[in-house]
């Protein structure tokens, strides 16, 4: 079995910023994608950012120069660094992984809120 343990959401201020990880541990070879999706109430799970086992990096539109994707591998560990929140980031956000030869993976998700 996979499993995938997220940390680091909570409660922030508009403007400010906080730090998610996402820690996989399994019987697999490799964790070669890892990412986060994100989903707020009544909307579709959506794309944050994904991560390749080489390092290389997508970012939804929304999120573009506010975020930060980044992992390491030696750990299997995933982190996303959320700077300038808006009230639009408030969302259950997701861990996931794509992994071999196990599959598909995700996370039981962490609550972020950006409120004042």
């Known amino acids: 079995q996979v499993q995938l343990v997220e940390s680091g959401g909570g409660l922030v201020q508009p403007g400010g910023s906080l730090r998610l990880s996402c820690a996989g541990s399994?019987?697999?070879?490799?964790?070669?994608?890892m990412g986060w999706y994100r989903q707020a109430p009544g909307s579709q799970r959506e794309l944050v950012a994904t991560i390749t086992s080489t390092g290389v990096t997508n970012y939804g539109d929304s999120v573009k120069g506010r975020f930060t994707i980044s992992r390491d591998n030696a750990k299997n560990t995933m982190y996303l660094q959320m700077n300038s929140l808006k009230l639009e980031d408030t969302a259950v956000y997701y861990c996931?992984?794509?992994?071999?030869?196990?599959?598909?993976?995700w996370g039981q998700g962490t609550q972020v809120t950006v409120s004042s």
């Open positions: 996931k992984a794509k992994t071999w030869p196990a599959g598909d993976y």
């Open positions: 399994g019987s697999v070879v490799s964790f070669f994608v």
